[in-house]
């Protein structure tokens, strides 16, 4: 079985700060890695995805993740926050093979961004 | 791309009723998948359609719980005698066959019972 963790919670920052939002998964077998953002009342949408090859992937709007697959971590960086980043930010995985097509989600992280 | 619809967005009923919810997927995606959230998690799976069959059913989908997708298009997710503990956001997200394809989510069902 798989597992994912986000030790943090919530995380207040500044506008134009920096933030890493930490993730690390848990599995006895290869997985795919993908950061959804979620605003009040609304649905996931994915925001990023690690699939196979370079283990730094970006977004379109800014954000960034890099795979370690010796720490088995996933984490979400962002060089400089905007108040519209405000949302919940969820990591999951999803194993490459095997009959189970789920995703496993963290308990999420709220990214809270101040004036 | 229209986005994965469903219906209603928020739902209040009183214990022990049935309710029904409805996804409508992504015209061209082939799987359907329907997740339950409670307040400060994140999704949890329920169950997962390849057309119209139904794959896999997690555990949390008690024996009050059925879905089905009949032409393999839309899904509904029908919850018989609800109790407290069922009030959730239902969410159901769509993917094209392949593994490495990536799930669209709803907006989501918010179920609430009274």
């Known amino acids: 079985a798989q597992s994912v963790t986000q030790l943090d919670s919530q995380v207040p920052v500044f506008e134009e700060a920096p933030v890493e939002l930490r993730c690390n998964y848990s599995s006895s077998v290869s997985v795919y890695l993908f950061w959804y953002v979620q605003y009040p009342n609304q649905g996931l949408q994915l925001l990023l995805k690690?699939?196979?090859?370079?283990?730094l992937v970006e977004s379109i709007n800014g954000f960034e993740a890099e795979f370690n697959k010796s720490q088995t971590s996933f984490h979400l960086r962002k060089p400089s926050v905007h108040i519209s980043d405000t949302a919940e930010y969820f990591c999951a995985v999803r194993v490459l093979s095997g009959s189970a097509r789920q995703l496993t989600f963290g308990s999420g992280t709220q990214l809270t961004v101040l004036p | 791309d229209t986005g994965v619809s469903q219906n209603p967005r928020h739902k209040i009923t009183k214990r022990g009723q049935n309710v029904t919810f409805r996804c409508d997927p992504i015209s061209e995606h082939n799987r359907l998948y329907w997740y339950r959230q409670t307040l400060g998690q994140g999704p949890e799976f329920l169950t997962y359609?390849?057309?119209?069959?139904?794959?896999?059913k997690s555990r949390l989908l008690s024996d009050r719980f059925s879905a089905e997708r009949p032409k393999g298009s839309f899904s509904t997710l029908e919850i018989q005698r609800t109790e407290q503990g069922d009030s959730a956001m239902y969410l159901c997200?769509?993917?094209?066959?392949?593994?490495?394809?990536?799930?669209?989510f709803g907006d989501g069902t918010r179920l609430s019972i009274l």
């Open positions: 997200a769509s993917s094209l066959g392949r593994t490495d394809q990536p799930q669209h």
């Open positions: 690690y699939l196979s090859g370079s283990t």
């Open positions: 359609f390849q057309n119209e069959a139904q794959l896999e």
